[in-house]
């Protein structure tokens, strides 16, 4: 256990960061008996955690489940003999609880580094070459660390074009989005990735107006096309409004309006907006940390490159998460984070896959995946049988008012492997953890077709959708 | 701080490595960098070093064992520290991933089945008897034909998963011993089609005993006739300086029985059988590290005198290691005679592409009953192993009688 009472001039072991990745890949170094420090360079008061806990997937999470409370009561609660009158909504209110929620996970990402002896380090680390790191510490002080291994896990930031930088009030990212108290009147979000569909369906239930302007042809282009499409169906009845195939062209500030040129098929138009959200993806955070001076090399896209260990160019250090690559979620980054590890400690370790990490995005209805889609599979050469099963037909959905949803598994037509599944409908995000085993196991469609799911379950989609894999499903 | 020795993968193609000799032993002294162990790749021997300073407190893989790379191997720590965590850990994942080295390979020259697949060590995968395997890589298995015992499982505890079926395949594992490719000797045969009797026999049994499907038949025979006739051949050959052994007569006598009983000078070869139409007998010899069969080709047509100089020069061969393949491959019948090691009877297991094998025990003086009186006779057991999906039970225990009729009338074989 290391000792807590400051820091040492060397560790087994000095993680670079406190997000999902560095926290974990810490918190399991020290299970295994190393010397461990992470070095965080968030200020703000516990600091831990980074985007996910802090401004990403946990704060987004309480936000999109204040609004659909709200949409249950502004649309459903009739229906289920519940009228509410003279209800008001309050975004700033959903901000302070989405908050509290943050920082109860943040205290307890502290909470088990105290437990398992991680030393905490507040400041912003830099490699000078060889295996040291030189610490600028918090309060002013700085402090040279040598560390046996180094994992970098610095994550990542919002990005944004030229003419469309942020302000941080009118021209936002994700992280002022999150702190947005007052609803716009027009809020435009530029990009239909997982986390502008996200804000899109916050602000629709918080009473904003809504436009998504995407430049590609569908609506969370990295999803299967069919399911994407039940979303939009989904966005455009709630009165979010839609611009596909259309870029940006340029933006100019007014004193109380934003005026936002776009391009689509018909033309230019010029949309009026209050807020401007920028959801157009995110730059890994590789500056300013030395990488040249320590021998470790980017990939051509410009993150850091790694094996299938997480081992940069650079003997003794490892780069996780969201700066070693696509895809950026927590959950690959947490995986990266052990799997390095599990290699300083040489132990045998499970390299991640990929085409294997599930993906998830949370807005109404909610959308899953892992692997493959049906387009893909068969580029890839395969043979495929779909099996799809719609939410409608499942007694579970339509208990819930959820009606609108489906799961579609992508399988091998000889040998029924699950090459892929996509999901969209109430909860999904809970129910692609099943196919994710399934594809850890090598499990086929036979085996899900086979296995008692309870009823009434919305899992019983799954395995319907496997059956009609097979040719066989029983409820449609 | 605790260090492990670990299997590293030492090249790109390496996935597991064998421990050659721990050149440290549990409590000696280790300094960063000592070498510790030597371990041997698919390319080279290897001397693996210390990473971290102490004692080196446990050895978890012995010596000779072969453990997939990243497997740790033992654990370097001071000599009060607490490793039990690290063991705990290493254990989770070692006893599923380390076994020995299959010990000997059998005369894998036995088999003639080109990629060698040491079907008689157990399968990494199917430890503690069950057969670890994803259910894809069953399915594709069992859709190629391709027998999951042969195969080991680079998955998680030596799980049997889909890249290992495509490796396979790729490389060729012989599938079930039903489908097994078919090895061409040069050996004549006819070939007779299978009735669909004999197919459904062929597929029923192949579910019973490994790839060939045994069943045994055990005689008792009187010997005293070829003991008399070796001892009188032998006075007349006493000026030849010539030699006949009780096994020459028992080679001749299978032979001969054999040319009455074609349906037992068989191979079964997938979708027909293979009745040989001249009499190969392969015999077992031990030799220091296994076993090796050299064979006696048209053992029927040969004179005693000649099989006897014949099988003496092979074995001598056999035993200084100058056999070429042509001299024990492909036996249509094979012998293995343990009576000197005064064994009763025992039961072989048959060489391919032989479909019979006969287990020769001790000739011993026994109380038996002749002719209503109580007489002591030297008696010999032997005990036929036979493939049945060629070889019924009535067809092996004919072919038995007439070979225990002609050693007890040694004068039959004249006939």
New interface residues.
Partial sequence: MAKREGIKDSYDLVVIGAGPGGYVAAIRAAQLGMDVACVESESREGGLGGVCLNWGCIPTKAMLESANLARHIKDGAADHGIRVKGYELDIGAAVTRSRQISDRLTKGVKFLFDKNGVMPIFGRAKLPGGKKLEVQLKGGASSTISASNIIIATGSRPKTFPGFEFDGERVVSSREALEIRKPPGHIVIVGAGSIGMEFADIFNAFGANVTIVEILPQLLPLEDAEIAGVVERSFKKRGIKVKKKTGIKSLEKLDTKLLVTVEGASGEEVIECDTLLMAVGRTPNVEDLGLEAAGVKLDDDGWIAIDELGRTSAEGIYAIGDVAGMPMLAHKASHEGIVAVEQIAGLPTHPLAREDVPSCTYCHPEVASIGRTEGQAKEDGHQVKVGKFPFSANGRALAAGAPDGMVKIVADAQYGEVLGVQMVGHNVTELIAETGLGRALETTVHEIAATVHAHPTLSETVMEAALAALGRPIHI | ??????M?KLSPTMEEGRVLKWVKQEGDPVESGDVVVEVETDKATMEVEA?GSGVLRKILVQEDATV?T???LGVVAAEDEDIS??LE??RA?APA?VQATASVQGPATMEPSAPVVPSAAPSPAGDGGRLKA????K??AD?RGIRLEALRGT??GGRI??RDIEAAASAGVPAAAATAPVIDYDIPYERVELSQLRKAIARNLIQSLGPIPHFFLTREIDMGEVLKLRGELNESLAESGAKIGVNDIIVKTAAQALSEHPDVNVSFAGDHIRRFTRVDVGIAVAVRDGLITPVLRDAASKGLRQISAESRELIARARNRKLAPEDYQGATFTISNLGMYGIDEFTAVINPPAATILAVGATQEKPVVVDGAVAIRPRMRVTLSCDHRAVDGAMGAEFLATFAEMLENPLRMVL
């Fill in positions: 701080m605790a260090s492990r020795i670990v590293s990473m997939p990243g497997t740790t965590a690290i850990e290493s994942v991933t994803s259910p894809l890589a399915r594709m859709e998955g998680p998963i889909k």
